[in-house]
């Protein structure tokens, strides 16, 4: 399950959920590039201009955007995260009881 930890949708895909674990990675590679890209603009625009009121302001924008994809990125974590390691319990109770019986 520290798949899971360390790539967002890599334990769906452990616990044979592959279209679910595809979805994952998938929202957090766009959320990755968008980011990425959000954060270049930024650096850039810090660097290219002076400290007037509207570039202050802009710059507050541009902020908030990037705040918001990283916090979709960590929901999006956390629910991967929990949905593996529930899946996985679930899953090893169930096989568990097969064997058992």
Request: positive net charge; contains cysteine.
């Amino acid at each position: 399950m520290c798949s899971a930890l360390i790539i967002p949708g890599l334990g769906q895909i452990v616990n044979q959920e592959i279209k679910k674990g595809g979805f994952i990675l998938g929202a957090v590679f766009l959320l990755f590039v968008a980011g990425s890209t959000k954060l270049v603009l930024i650096l850039k625009s810090m660097v290219g201009h002076s400290g007037s009121y509207t570039v202050v302001s802009s710059r507050i924008l541009e902020q908030f955007d990037l705040l918001l994809i990283i916090g979709a990125f960590l929901v999006i974590w956390i629910y991967s995260v929990l949905d593996a390691y529930l899946k996985a319990r679930d899953h090893g109770i169930k096989h568990s009881e097969i064997i058992s019986h």
